[in-house]
């Protein structure tokens, strides 16, 4: 029952990468959704790991480190969506509302949307 865990953690991770290779807002929401999910399995692999008579077998034990090497995977990719987003922010800044005095791009203006009854 562990490897099953780990197994589904695999594929939702997988998931994660594929969503995150090509990021946009609605893709990075699609993501937290499943690594939320991926925790989850997680937690109920650490509970099942966590009596004194389990002993991890050789397909579970290859299974946890191709888990590490994709969470890895998956925070770097993670990583570089955020900076992407965040040249697309300080561009966008910048077009919008210019440069401050250091040099760097000036805080956008809110858009302030009122409501007004006739």
């Given at each position: 029952?562990?490897?099953?865990?780990?197994?589904?953690?695999?594929?939702?991770?997988?998931?994660?990468?594929?969503?995150?290779?090509?990021?946009?807002?609605?893709?990075?929401?699609?993501?937290?959704?499943?690594?939320?999910?991926?925790?989850?399995?997680?937690?109920?692999?650490?509970?099942?790991?966590?009596?004194?008579d389990?002993?991890?077998?050789?397909?579970?034990?290859?299974?946890a480190?191709?888990?590490?090497?994709?969470?890895?995977?998956?925070?770097?990719?993670?990583?570089?969506?955020?900076?992407?987003?965040?040249?697309?922010?300080?561009?966008?800044?910048?077009?919008?509302?210019?440069?401050?005095?250091?040099?760097?791009?000036?805080?956008?203006?809110?858009i302030?949307?009122?409501?007004?009854?006739?």
């Amino acid at each position: 029952m562990p490897l099953q865990y780990l197994v589904e953690a695999q594929q939702l991770l997988r998931k994660v990468q594929a969503l995150a290779a090509t990021p946009s807002p609605a893709r990075l929401e699609k993501s937290q959704e499943l690594l939320e999910e991926a925790v989850r399995q997680m937690e109920s692999l650490r509970a099942e790991t966590s009596n004194p008579d389990f002993h991890p077998s050789p397909a579970f034990t290859a299974a946890a480190q191709t888990l590490w090497r994709q969470l890895q995977h998956t925070q770097r990719l993670l990583e570089q969506a955020n900076v992407f987003f965040d040249g697309w922010a300080r561009l966008k800044a910048s077009l919008t509302g210019g440069y401050d005095a250091y040099g760097n791009p000036a805080p956008a203006e809110e858009i302030r949307r009122g409501l007004a009854e006739a």
